[in-house]
């Protein structure tokens, strides 16, 4: 897995070094169960994290540059619900509290899209969020996603429920039109 670099951030594989910033953003309850998981309890959860979940392919510890730290994850998912064809992808991402509202994931997310289309030659990247996730939605408008449908009845396995979520969708098409506009 390549590392990916933006003006802020490097997109690099978590390492389990990462265990302590990892439980320092992920244990805040503002943080995981908006995006549909629990807070970590400690340390050695997020190491057990790290190791069996953001290890997986494309997914990328989202390093700030002025420190040098992991200051949350994003990652490309496959075979999930929604991204079930060999060319599709799922966005998933979180990040620390004292990072938000400074455009950190928006800039995390336009590289990996880039990455995705570009290099990963996919068709399509599906992105959703829970109703009320007003941060993530933002994200996805921001870097030009589409929304496709809303669902009622979307079972959140490790929070124990069901909550509404919203899908949303960004094609090549739309990804490369949006680019020329740039230009």
Not at 1 to 15: A, F, H, K, N, V
Not at 113 to 131: N, P, Q, S, T, W
């Amino acid at each position: 897995m390549q590392y990916l670099e933006t003006e802020r951030l490097i997109l690099r594989p978590w390492d389990e070094s990462d265990a302590e910033e990892c439980f320092r953003y992920a244990k805040d309850p503002r943080v995981g169960p908006a995006a549909g998981w629990p807070p970590h309890k400690d340390i050695e959860e997020s190491k057990k994290i790290i190791k069996t979940i953001l290890s997986a392919p494309e997914t990328y510890a989202i390093v700030f540059k002025e420190t040098g730290k992991a200051v949350g994850s994003i990652g490309l998912m496959a075979g999930t619900e929604l991204a079930k064809q060999a060319n599709e992808r799922e966005l998933g991402y979180w990040i620390g509290v004292p990072f938000w509202g400074k455009g950190l994931v928006p800039e995390a997310a336009k590289a990996l899209l880039r990455h995705a289309f570009l290099d990963m030659g996919l068709e399509k990247v599906y992105c959703g969020y829970y109703d009320g996730n007003d941060r993530s939605r933002r994200v996805q408008e921001k870097c030009g996603f589409r929304y496709l449908w809303t669902c009622d009845e979307v079972d959140v396995p490790q929070m124990g429920e069901k909550r509404k979520g919203h899908v949303c969708c960004l094609t090549r098409a739309q990804w490369e039109d949006m680019r020329k506009e740039k230009n």
